[in-house]
Protein backbone atom coordinates (compact mmCIF):
# COMPACT_ATOMS: atom_id res chain seq x y z
CA UNK A 1 0.00 0.00 0.00
CA UNK A 2 2.71 2.59 0.88
CA UNK A 3 4.58 1.47 -2.06
CA UNK A 4 1.21 2.25 -4.02
CA UNK A 5 0.89 5.08 -2.71
CA UNK A 6 4.26 6.29 -3.12
CA UNK A 7 4.22 5.53 -6.33
CA UNK A 8 0.74 7.74 -6.93
CA UNK A 9 2.27 10.84 -5.19
CA UNK A 10 5.33 10.69 -7.89
CA UNK A 11 3.05 10.18 -10.74
CA UNK A 12 1.05 13.01 -9.67
CA UNK A 13 3.58 15.36 -9.00
CA UNK A 14 5.09 14.95 -12.35
CA UNK A 15 2.04 16.10 -14.05
CA UNK A 16 1.89 19.16 -11.79
CA UNK A 17 5.36 19.79 -12.86
CA UNK A 18 4.48 19.44 -16.45
CA UNK A 19 1.00 21.19 -16.16
CA UNK A 20 2.85 23.89 -14.23
CA UNK A 21 5.96 24.48 -17.18
CA UNK A 22 2.90 24.29 -19.15
CA UNK A 23 1.20 27.37 -18.32
CA UNK A 24 4.40 29.66 -17.29
CA UNK A 25 4.83 30.82 -20.53
CA UNK A 26 1.71 31.83 -21.31
CA UNK A 27 1.42 33.67 -17.28
CA UNK A 28 4.51 35.76 -18.09
CA UNK A 29 2.97 36.60 -21.51
CA UNK A 30 -0.23 37.94 -19.70
CA UNK A 31 1.42 39.32 -16.88
CA UNK A 32 3.58 42.21 -19.35
CA UNK A 33 -0.08 42.53 -20.84
CA UNK A 34 -0.46 45.92 -18.35
CA UNK A 35 3.20 45.94 -17.52
CA UNK A 36 6.52 46.86 -18.47
CA UNK A 37 8.12 43.59 -19.13
CA UNK A 38 11.13 44.66 -16.98
CA UNK A 39 9.24 45.77 -14.25
CA UNK A 40 6.88 42.66 -14.40
CA UNK A 41 10.22 40.26 -13.98
CA UNK A 42 11.43 43.05 -10.91
CA UNK A 43 7.97 42.28 -9.43
CA UNK A 44 8.36 39.12 -10.12
CA UNK A 45 11.43 38.62 -8.34
CA UNK A 46 10.97 41.26 -5.06
CA UNK A 47 7.79 38.65 -4.67
CA UNK A 48 9.14 35.34 -5.00
CA UNK A 49 11.81 36.51 -2.37
CA UNK A 50 9.02 37.98 0.19
CA UNK A 51 6.94 34.46 0.01
CA UNK A 52 10.37 32.25 -0.08
CA UNK A 53 12.19 34.43 3.09
CA UNK A 54 8.50 33.83 5.15
CA UNK A 55 8.97 29.88 4.20
CA UNK A 56 12.82 29.74 5.35
CA UNK A 57 11.65 31.39 8.62
CA UNK A 58 8.75 29.52 9.21
CA UNK A 59 10.44 25.86 8.87
CA UNK A 60 13.64 27.45 10.61
CA UNK A 61 15.78 27.06 7.39
CA UNK A 62 19.21 28.41 7.74
CA UNK A 63 20.82 30.95 5.11
CA UNK A 64 24.14 30.20 4.73
CA UNK A 65 26.77 33.54 3.77
CA UNK A 66 29.94 31.71 3.87
CA UNK A 67 31.65 32.16 0.82
CA UNK A 68 31.26 28.80 -0.96
CA UNK A 69 27.08 29.57 -0.26
CA UNK A 70 27.29 33.09 -1.56
CA UNK A 71 28.89 31.32 -5.15
CA UNK A 72 26.52 28.78 -5.26
CA UNK A 73 23.42 31.52 -4.75
CA UNK A 74 25.31 33.92 -7.87
CA UNK A 75 25.56 30.50 -10.04
CA UNK A 76 21.83 29.66 -9.30
CA UNK A 77 20.76 33.34 -10.11
CA UNK A 78 21.59 32.55 -13.65
CA UNK A 79 18.78 30.70 -14.11
CA UNK A 80 16.82 33.36 -12.82
CA UNK A 81 17.67 36.70 -13.58
CA UNK A 82 20.14 35.12 -15.96
CA UNK A 83 18.08 33.54 -17.96
CA UNK A 84 14.60 35.08 -17.42
CA UNK A 85 15.41 38.29 -18.55
CA UNK A 86 15.79 37.16 -22.09
CA UNK A 87 12.63 35.50 -21.85
CA UNK A 88 10.41 37.96 -20.79
CA UNK A 89 12.20 40.26 -23.33
CA UNK A 90 11.37 37.76 -25.91
CA UNK A 91 7.64 38.08 -25.30
CA UNK A 92 7.45 40.77 -27.14
CA UNK A 93 8.35 38.27 -30.48
CA UNK A 94 7.02 35.41 -29.86
CA UNK A 95 4.18 33.69 -28.53
CA UNK A 96 3.91 31.83 -25.49
CA UNK A 97 4.07 28.44 -27.12
CA UNK A 98 7.38 28.71 -29.15
CA UNK A 99 9.38 30.63 -25.75
CA UNK A 100 8.12 26.71 -24.24
CA UNK A 101 9.68 25.38 -27.65
CA UNK A 102 12.55 27.28 -27.13
CA UNK A 103 13.41 26.23 -23.59
CA UNK A 104 12.52 22.29 -25.12
CA UNK A 105 16.18 22.99 -26.13
CA UNK A 106 18.02 23.20 -22.88
CA UNK A 107 19.16 19.22 -22.74
CA UNK A 108 20.91 20.16 -25.96
CA UNK A 109 21.98 23.39 -25.12
CA UNK A 110 23.41 21.71 -21.59
CA UNK A 111 24.72 18.68 -23.71
CA UNK A 112 26.89 21.19 -26.18
CA UNK A 113 28.27 22.86 -23.08
CA UNK A 114 29.06 19.79 -21.32
CA UNK A 115 31.26 18.24 -24.37
CA UNK A 116 32.93 21.32 -25.26
CA UNK A 117 33.53 23.02 -21.75
CA UNK A 118 33.60 20.03 -19.20
CA UNK A 119 34.65 17.67 -22.31
CA UNK A 120 31.80 15.21 -21.23
CA UNK A 121 31.23 12.74 -24.97
CA UNK A 122 28.16 12.77 -26.63
CA UNK A 123 26.97 10.01 -28.76
CA UNK A 124 26.33 9.53 -32.13
CA UNK A 125 22.55 8.97 -31.65
CA UNK A 126 22.78 12.18 -29.66
CA UNK A 127 24.68 14.38 -32.36
CA UNK A 128 21.66 12.95 -34.85
CA UNK A 129 19.01 14.62 -31.99
CA UNK A 130 20.86 18.26 -32.09
CA UNK A 131 21.29 18.19 -35.95
CA UNK A 132 17.04 17.18 -35.70
CA UNK A 133 16.50 19.72 -33.82
CA UNK A 134 18.14 22.37 -34.97
CA UNK A 135 17.25 21.47 -38.74
CA UNK A 136 13.45 22.30 -36.63
CA UNK A 137 14.95 25.47 -35.09
CA UNK A 138 15.86 26.54 -38.57
CA UNK A 139 12.76 25.95 -40.17
CA UNK A 140 10.95 27.96 -37.22
CA UNK A 141 13.80 30.85 -37.94
CA UNK A 142 13.18 30.76 -41.78
CA UNK A 143 9.00 31.61 -40.93
CA UNK A 144 10.19 34.17 -38.68
CA UNK A 145 8.09 37.71 -39.85
CA UNK A 146 5.38 35.27 -41.36
CA UNK A 147 3.04 36.21 -38.48
CA UNK A 148 2.77 38.48 -35.62
CA UNK A 149 4.21 35.28 -33.12
CA UNK A 150 7.80 34.45 -34.63
CA UNK A 151 10.50 36.97 -35.23
CA UNK A 152 14.01 35.98 -35.27
CA UNK A 153 14.84 38.75 -32.77
CA UNK A 154 12.58 36.74 -30.36
CA UNK A 155 14.49 32.92 -31.55
CA UNK A 156 17.81 34.73 -30.76
CA UNK A 157 17.09 36.13 -27.25
CA UNK A 158 15.51 33.00 -26.63
CA UNK A 159 18.64 31.08 -27.26
CA UNK A 160 20.25 33.06 -24.95
CA UNK A 161 18.20 32.86 -22.20
CA UNK A 162 18.28 28.81 -22.94
CA UNK A 163 22.25 28.68 -23.15
CA UNK A 164 22.53 31.09 -19.26
CA UNK A 165 19.77 28.56 -17.81
CA UNK A 166 22.27 25.68 -18.63
CA UNK A 167 25.35 26.65 -17.85
CA UNK A 168 23.43 27.48 -14.30
CA UNK A 169 23.20 23.91 -14.04
CA UNK A 170 26.65 23.10 -14.61
CA UNK A 171 28.14 26.00 -12.24
CA UNK A 172 26.19 24.98 -9.10
CA UNK A 173 27.06 21.46 -9.51
CA UNK A 174 30.46 22.79 -9.93
CA UNK A 175 30.47 24.65 -6.48
CA UNK A 176 28.80 21.83 -4.73
CA UNK A 177 27.63 23.78 -1.61
CA UNK A 178 25.63 21.26 -0.38
CA UNK A 179 22.89 23.90 0.49
CA UNK A 180 19.16 23.10 1.35
CA UNK A 181 17.21 23.27 -1.50
CA UNK A 182 15.22 26.25 -0.14
CA UNK A 183 18.26 28.03 1.02
CA UNK A 184 19.87 27.37 -2.43
CA UNK A 185 16.80 28.77 -4.15
CA UNK A 186 16.11 32.40 -1.47
CA UNK A 187 19.58 32.99 -1.84
CA UNK A 188 19.41 32.93 -5.79
CA UNK A 189 16.09 35.01 -5.54
CA UNK A 190 17.91 37.19 -3.69
CA UNK A 191 20.80 37.50 -5.95
CA UNK A 192 18.57 37.90 -8.82
CA UNK A 193 16.33 40.75 -6.83
CA UNK A 194 19.56 42.90 -6.26
CA UNK A 195 20.57 42.39 -10.05
CA UNK A 196 17.10 43.35 -10.88
CA UNK A 197 17.24 46.37 -9.00
CA UNK A 198 19.86 47.81 -10.60
CA UNK A 199 17.44 47.92 -13.76
CA UNK A 200 15.45 50.69 -11.71
CA UNK A 201 17.38 53.89 -13.08
CA UNK A 202 16.22 52.82 -17.04
CA UNK A 203 12.80 51.42 -16.02
CA UNK A 204 11.65 54.09 -13.50
CA UNK A 205 9.82 56.16 -16.16
CA UNK A 206 8.13 53.40 -16.77
CA UNK A 207 6.47 52.69 -13.68
CA UNK A 208 3.11 51.59 -13.33
CA UNK A 209 0.68 54.68 -12.35
CA UNK A 210 -2.43 52.35 -11.89
CA UNK A 211 -3.42 48.88 -10.75
CA UNK A 212 -2.78 46.25 -13.62
CA UNK A 213 -5.92 44.55 -14.69
CA UNK A 214 -7.08 41.24 -12.80
CA UNK A 215 -5.50 39.23 -15.70
CA UNK A 216 -2.06 40.76 -15.51
CA UNK A 217 -1.86 40.71 -11.51
CA UNK A 218 -3.03 36.95 -11.45
CA UNK A 219 -0.57 35.83 -14.04
CA UNK A 220 2.08 37.51 -11.84
CA UNK A 221 1.19 35.96 -8.81
CA UNK A 222 1.05 32.59 -10.62
CA UNK A 223 4.78 33.28 -11.56
CA UNK A 224 5.44 33.66 -8.30
CA UNK A 225 3.68 30.87 -6.64
CA UNK A 226 3.52 28.49 -9.19
CA UNK A 227 6.66 28.87 -11.95
CA UNK A 228 8.89 30.52 -8.80
CA UNK A 229 8.11 28.14 -5.81
CA UNK A 230 6.20 24.67 -6.38
CA UNK A 231 7.54 24.20 -9.89
CA UNK A 232 10.87 24.24 -7.44
CA UNK A 233 9.63 21.57 -5.23
CA UNK A 234 8.39 19.34 -7.54
CA UNK A 235 11.50 19.34 -9.56
CA UNK A 236 13.99 18.88 -6.64
CA UNK A 237 11.78 15.61 -5.51
CA UNK A 238 11.70 14.09 -8.84
CA UNK A 239 15.23 14.42 -8.87
CA UNK A 240 15.07 12.34 -6.09
CA UNK A 241 12.74 10.06 -7.10
CA UNK A 242 13.18 9.21 -10.88
CA UNK A 243 15.73 8.48 -13.80
CA UNK A 244 16.96 11.79 -15.24
CA UNK A 245 16.05 11.11 -18.48
CA UNK A 246 12.18 10.63 -17.82
CA UNK A 247 12.32 13.92 -15.88
CA UNK A 248 14.13 15.32 -19.17
CA UNK A 249 10.93 14.28 -21.32
CA UNK A 250 8.38 17.08 -19.78
CA UNK A 251 11.07 18.99 -21.63
CA UNK A 252 8.54 17.46 -24.66
CA UNK A 253 5.91 17.42 -23.23
CA UNK A 254 5.38 20.85 -22.15
CA UNK A 255 6.00 22.94 -25.75
CA UNK A 256 2.89 20.67 -27.19
CA UNK A 257 0.78 21.52 -24.31
CA UNK A 258 2.15 25.33 -24.33
CA UNK A 259 1.31 25.38 -27.67
CA UNK A 260 -1.97 23.93 -28.00
CA UNK A 261 -2.87 26.51 -24.81
CA UNK A 262 -1.81 29.29 -26.71
CA UNK A 263 -3.63 28.59 -29.28
CA UNK A 264 -6.95 27.52 -27.46
CA UNK A 265 -6.75 30.74 -24.61
CA UNK A 266 -4.37 33.47 -26.14
CA UNK A 267 -5.63 32.68 -30.06
CA UNK A 268 -1.86 32.12 -30.62
CA UNK A 269 -2.14 30.48 -33.69
CA UNK A 270 0.88 28.20 -35.45
CA UNK A 271 1.38 28.53 -39.05
CA UNK A 272 2.57 25.33 -40.93
CA UNK A 273 6.51 26.12 -41.23
CA UNK A 274 6.43 26.92 -37.38
CA UNK A 275 4.44 23.78 -36.37
CA UNK A 276 6.94 21.62 -39.08
CA UNK A 277 9.83 23.01 -36.84
CA UNK A 278 7.97 22.01 -33.89
CA UNK A 279 7.77 18.69 -35.10
CA UNK A 280 11.16 18.25 -35.73
CA UNK A 281 13.09 19.80 -33.17
CA UNK A 282 10.75 17.58 -30.61
CA UNK A 283 11.67 14.52 -32.72
CA UNK A 284 15.17 15.71 -32.11
CA UNK A 285 14.79 15.34 -28.42
CA UNK A 286 13.08 12.17 -28.51
CA UNK A 287 16.46 11.28 -30.42
CA UNK A 288 18.70 12.67 -28.43
CA UNK A 289 17.10 10.78 -25.07
CA UNK A 290 16.88 7.59 -27.01
CA UNK A 291 20.35 6.64 -26.24
CA UNK A 292 20.10 7.16 -22.60
CA UNK A 293 16.80 5.25 -22.18
CA UNK A 294 18.46 2.28 -24.70
CA UNK A 295 20.98 2.58 -22.24
CA UNK A 296 18.93 1.47 -18.78
CA UNK A 297 16.86 -1.00 -20.61
Known sequence: MSSTAS???????YMLLVVIWSTTPLAIVWSVTDLH????????FVLALLLSGSLLLLFRINLPCNRQALHSYLAGAFSLIGSQIFTYAATQYLSSG???LMFGLAPIMA???????????LHA???????????GLAVICLSAGTGQHVQLTGIILMLFSVFFYSLSIFWVKKVNAQLDVMAQATGSILVSTLLALLLLPFIWQYAPTQLPSLKTMLSLIYTVVMASMLAMYCYF???????ATTLSLTT????????????LLNNEIPNAWVLLGAVLLLSGLLIYFMRMFGARV
Open 7 to 13: TSNIVLT
Open 37 to 44: IMWALLLR
Open 98 to 100: ILA
Open 111 to 121: GLIGHFAFSQR
Open 125 to 135: VQWLGMCVAVS
Open 237 to 243: KLVKNIQ
Open 252 to 263: VMTPLLALLLGA
